[in-house]
């Protein structure tokens, strides 16, 4: 028995003592893990309808199970259709990417003494025009750490490559100075803080950190409402910015729009560099998916290449997650994809991209609320007219993923920071504004 099935066997038991016999026959019968790479679980499910309702319904219980197991960081769902070769197949026999065997589960790349993991460097990170500026600024980082862009802050949403840019900050100066480097999430630093307290070591909690030359945190969004946690951070930030010592962050969203973020947090990480990674364009989703097939050994052809960039319109992740779709099947068909099998697989795998217009969108917005379309343009500060605007500025950014300052230059030249608090604005209004939350509904049934 392999790594792969013993770790399986150990979720499968977990699971079957939680679920009903009915619901784990259902679903988790014919799963198995094709493989564990980088800290990810490809998971091999019979249909769509599994993949869905397993992601769905049982997502977080899975992950919790593995973790409780084995260091994985995520799941990735593979739909297994051909139910033949899936009974012949062994999950053992797989060759890994990367390898030609098995990565044992004692081996999951992350470094115990600083949390880096060795594969996040500048030679595996696609720099394309949506992230050229801040790969820009973590090279003048470590030409200069502790001096340039000090704090170096990067923000965007999940999937853009933010941990894996600060990371390759991190082990580049690990690996070419003697400066001292760690890396960890504001959530691991909170329940630090929270444990050195209750157990009366709360200054032992200050030496750990004050110790490293280069501290990295990730998530800074996770402090919200917690003003002991950010109160800590502060004396240890002033500690580092004092000291000389590089200090980055990342959030997934700018330090202003934190919500119950102490403003005096929000000064320091000002006083350095704070840059937006926004949404990856076509011509950097075509570069990603060649370099991340040329990284697994993979070979794409151009059309498909081309397909795919124009056709997935997600972030890196998900990028990721269909070209190892791709690589899963076409290990398991023993052949290579064409176009076709690779547009069956997108079909079955990722949401429909939407063909609609910035255009579109002012018109059935306008047209839901009774208002003129060419007054969402205008510098009018009517109510009438203002929350059809930030509603539309919400959508573009978080249905079609338009950047900020895109959007304001499409809504009448506005600048970008007034799009960030319309969005956000919504956003909160919508946590308990249940109006809102059905009107939104009803405006998105009409794309």
Request: hydrophobic share 35%; with cysteine.
């Amino acid at each position: 028995m392999n790594d792969t099935t013993k770790l399986w066997e150990s979720v499968l038991g977990e699971v079957e003592r939680e679920v009903s016999p009915a619901n784990f026959k259902m679903w988790f019968k014919d799963t198995y893990i094709v493989k564990v790479e980088d800290g990810t679980v490809f998971l091999s499910v019979p249909n769509v309808f599994v993949k869905d309702w397993l992601n769905n319904k049982f997502h977080k219980f899975i992950l919790k199970c593995l973790r409780n197991v084995a260091e994985i960081r995520a799941i990735e769902y593979v739909v297994s259709k051909d139910e033949q070769k899936k009974r012949d197949f062994e999950p053992q026999k797989i060759v890994q990417s990367n390898s030609t065997s098995e990565i044992p589960l004692s081996d999951y790349y992350i470094n115990k003494e600083d949390n880096l993991n060795p594969r996040y460097t500048f030679e595996s990170f696609v720099v394309g025009p949506f992230n050229e500026l801040a790969h820009a600024a973590a090279q003048a980082v470590i030409k200069k750490p502790g001096g340039t862009y000090n704090p170096l802050f990067l923000y965007g949403d999940t999937g853009r490559g933010k941990t894996h840019l600060i990371q390759a900050v991190g082990n580049y100066l690990k690996n070419t100075t003697s400066k001292r480097v760690y890396y960890l999430t504001s959530e691991k630093f909170s329940i630090d803080y929270i444990n050195a307290v209750q157990n009366n070591r709360a200054n032992s909690f200050k030496d750990k950190y004050r110790k490293y030359d280069v501290m990295i945190m990730d998530d800074i969004q996770f402090f919200s409402n917690k003003e002991k946690s950010q109160e800590e951070l502060f004396h240890l930030f002033n500690s580092f910015y004092d000291d000389n010592k590089q200090i980055i962050f990342s959030s997934d969203k700018h330090p202003n729009y934190i919500q119950n973020l102490e403003e005096r947090l929000k000064s320091r990480f000002s006083a350095g560099m704070i840059i937006d990674i926004p949404h990856p364009d076509q011509e950097s989703r075509a570069a990603i998916l060649r370099a991340k097939a040329k990284m697994q050994n993979f070979e794409l052809s151009p059309d498909i290449v081309e397909y795919l960039a124009n056709t997935i319109d997600g972030n890196i992740r998900e990028i990721e997650g269909v070209l190892n779709s791709i690589i899963i099947q076409s290990q398991l068909r023993s052949r290579e994809l064409n176009l076709v099998d690779i547009k069956n697989l997108i079909k079955n795998n990722t949401k429909p991209k939407k063909a609609v217009s910035v255009k579109d969108i002012i018109k059935t917005i306008a047209d839901f609320y009774n208002i003129e379309e060419a007054s969402i343009y205008e510098k009018t500060r009517r109510k009438e007219v203002v929350r059809p605007r930030q509603l539309i500025m919400y959508i573009l950014r978080e249905e079609f993923d338009v950047s900020y300052p895109s959007i304001g230059q499409k809504l009448g030249g506005r600048d970008h920071t007034t799009v960030i608090h319309s969005c956000e604005k919504i956003k909160n209004e919508l946590k308990t504004n249940h109006i809102l939350v059905q009107e939104l509904k009803q405006i998105r049934s009409m794309f």
